[in-house]
């Protein structure tokens, strides 16, 4: 899955009220979104992923791969 299908799923997610319930996952998934999104503009080692992100990601089925 790259950058682009993890964003629109996040973003599918949280319109459709997924992450209502959960407000501090809902933001930091929505910080990840954005960090992703810059990252497809500025190659910077500022815009990596943390292991907690990319964590973050698998445990809500975002991120699949083997990182």
């Not at 930091?28 to 080692?45: D, G």
């Not at 943390?50 to 089925?61: P, Q, R, V």
Request: without cysteine; positive net charge; hydrophobic residues 35%.
């Amino acid at each position: 899955m790259n950058n682009n299908q993890i964003i629109a799923e996040i973003k599918y997610d949280i319109d459709r009220g997924v992450y209502k319930m959960f407000p501090v996952l809902r933001r930091k998934l929505e910080y990840i979104s954005r960090k992703l999104l810059m990252s497809k503009f500025i190659i910077n080692a500022e815009y990596k992923l943390s292991f907690g992100e990319i964590k973050t990601l698998k445990e809500n089925d975002y991120y699949k791969e083997n990182y």
